[in-house]
């Protein structure tokens, strides 16, 4: 009689290649699928913020431990390339909505190339009416669907880079491809939307990757199939990555297994970490808790390095 293959360890990180047309909460329910699948224990799952599902790419997924840092990856910087077709706006301001506006004006390469800078850095930006922002306790898009005339307030975002492909053309475009890295709350489909009115027409954006969530790239994520294919091979260690991870931009503070054993038990270090900030106290190389000074941020039940 064979023995049952070791369970993987259950806190860390699955990095979904999304596909068109999958949404956020869809993708977490697959990765539970694939967790039963691959014969481990029921493991709590969560998302890193959430993808249209007309949007394709980098959807971080969360498990076990790892989901005490959701709310860090909902903060993190984002990278996008989107394709916005001018002359055509849309009521949800992409390709799935209905025709709201048509211009006959197309710009130039020249053109989009000289408005970018003003898109660059701090702007104001109004949110999609198809969003699931809440107004009065209701989600924006419910309203926009049933009807409803929704006025959702401006917010300052940040645009850190905004590039457009290279592309050859000298007369007018009726699209263009933009690579632009945004911070937390920033709306691609406000941002097509506005850059197609400052060039004197409408567009909406027909294409939407992102390519970057904090620190995971495209490069490091994985397919559905692949991780289905992981799941039916009894183990996801092809497809997990660890929790720390998340936190290659957070400085280690290795610790001692006594001085592990107190931060578990919510006990502050005598010794703090040797510059100031966000540290990662290790136990060799089992993550432990974020600690920033004496004060413990977000402790870890991982209590050795799987």
């Not at 007309?54 to 910087?77: F, H, N, Q, S, Y």
């Not at 540290?279 to 004060?295: N, S, Y």
Request: hydrophobic share 40%.
């Amino acid at each position: 009689m064979t023995s049952p293959p070791p369970l993987v360890h259950r806190s860390g990180w699955i990095i979904l290649d999304k596909p068109l047309g999958l949404g956020s909460t869809q993708a977490v329910s697959a990765v539970k699928r694939a967790l039963r699948t691959a014969g481990i224990p029921k493991t709590r799952v969560g998302h890193g913020g959430t993808l249209d599902p007309l949007a394709t790419g980098v959807l971080p997924i969360a498990l076990g431990e790892a989901t005490k840092l959701a709310g860090r990856m909902l903060d993190a910087t984002k990278v996008y390339d989107f394709t916005i077709r001018f002359g055509v706006q849309t009521d949800t301001l992409d390709r799935e909505g209905a025709v709201v506006a048509e211009s006959p004006h197309r710009p130039t390469l020249a053109e989009v190339e000289a408005i970018l800078p003003r898109f660059t850095g701090e702007i104001e930006q109004v949110p999609p009416a198809y969003s699931a922002l809440k107004v009065d306790g209701q989600r924006a898009y419910d309203l926009a669907r049933a009807g409803e005339e929704v006025a959702l307030n401006s917010r300052r975002v940040t645009i850190h880079e905004l590039a457009i492909a290279p592309v050859r053309s000298d007369g007018e475009v009726e699209s263009v491809t933009l690579s632009a890295t945004v911070s937390k709350g920033t709306y691609i489909r406000s941002l097509a939307r506005d850059i197609a009115q400052a060039l004197g027409t409408v567009g909406h954006v027909t294409m939407l990757r992102r390519t970057k969530a904090g620190p995971f790239a495209l490069d490091q994520a994985i397919s559905l199939d692949f991780l289905d294919q992981c799941a039916k091979g009894g183990s996801l260690d092809g497809a997990l990555l660890p929790l720390q991870a998340g936190l290659d931009d957070i400085p280690a503070f290795p610790v001692t297994p006594d001085e592990a054993r107190m931060l578990r038990f919510g006990q502050r270090l005598s010794r703090v970490p040797p510059r100031s900030g966000l540290h990662l106290a290790v136990d060799g190389l089992t993550p432990v808790a974020l600690v920033e000074g004496d004060r413990i941020v977000r402790g870890f039940n991982l209590q050795e390095q799987e």
